[in-house]
């Protein structure tokens, strides 16, 4: 959303801009004068709000557990928009919200389908990785989740993106080596990106249960998973984490 912060960031200019110059009595304090300030505010605080509101709701279905209805609803933005900027960012979370409501396979034909928007810099490079590695330790295939890993470790900012050390965590506890896991995992509880922050959180937390579960603590697995329930109740990982813990009672 880089584009969008841009063109922000020169409404914001904009407007202090044309407060100094009514302050330094560059432009009259006149009533017409005022009206016209006001009003773009206006205009511009209604527009921001409405985009606001929408995204927050189309995200919201993943938080509902809706994730086939989100994937078709944010197809749809994908495809009008007028900036590239705009369809790399939705191809980059309709990615994640594939693969946070275990639909691997879709989320693969997407990373497909759409790669050039997909891979735009390297934050989202990273961003589509984590995704990825999730998407195919679903799947069992550990042979693509590792080549993945290797690829992505190679990228700028690889070692401080928490999205990616998650993703390692999971492919070490996928591998039997659980001290790596816990380490990992531990240290990307703070992973989220908005709007997917709570939904990411739930589904860390769910690792980290069921990591406890496999070490035997089955307190600290019961807590981790209550968290995760507590975070995200109606969403894809709230129900694992739901049936999780009758196992652990």
């Keep these: ?16 801009v044309t407060t100094a110059m009514i302050g330094l009595d560059i ?4 009533p017409v004068v005022m009206a ?20 927050r709701a189309l995200h919201r279905l993943l938080m509902e557990g809706r994730g086939e209805l989100y994937d078709l609803a944010i197809a749809h933005r994908i495809k009008p928009s007028r900036f590239r900027e705009f369809r790399s960012h ?18 693969i034909e997407v990373a ?4 050039e ?11 589509v990785a984590a995704a990825l590695i999730d998407v195919n330790l679903q799947l069992d ?17 690889a070692q401080g993106h928490l999205g990616l050390q998650a993703a390692r965590g999971r492919y070490a506890f996928q591998a039997g080596d659980l001290s790596t896991a816990e380490r990992l995992l531990e240290g990307a509880r703070r992973d989220g990106q908005f709007p997917l922050s709570q939904l990411m959180k739930a589904r860390n937390l769910c690792w980290i249960g069921q ?25 894809y990982w709230g129900r694992r984490a739901r049936r999780a813990l009758a196992q652990v009672s």
Aim: no cysteine; proline share 3%.
């Design 112 to 115: 497909q389908q759409q790669e």
């Design 27 to 30: 432009l009259p304090a006149s």
């Design 1 to 16: 959303m880089a584009l969008l912060a841009f063109l922000f960031g020169v409404v914001v200019v904009a407007s202090l």
């Design 117 to 127: 928007l997909l891979l735009a810099n390297h934050r989202q490079r990273l961003d």
């Design 211 to 235: 990591l406890r579960l496999r070490q035997g603590d089955t307190v600290a697995a019961a807590r981790e998973l209550s968290q995760a329930v507590k975070m995200a109740p109606d969403s």
């Design 36 to 55: 016209i300030v006001f009003g773009a505010h206006a205009v511009f605080g209604v527009f921001f709000f409405k985009g606001y509101s929408d995204y």
């Design 90 to 107: 939705y191809a980059l979370r309709r990615l994640q919200g594939l693969a946070l409501t275990g639909q691997p396979l879709q989320a």
């Design 141 to 157: 295939t550990r042979e693509w989740a590792r080549r993945l890993l290797d690829e992505a470790e190679e990228l700028p900012g």
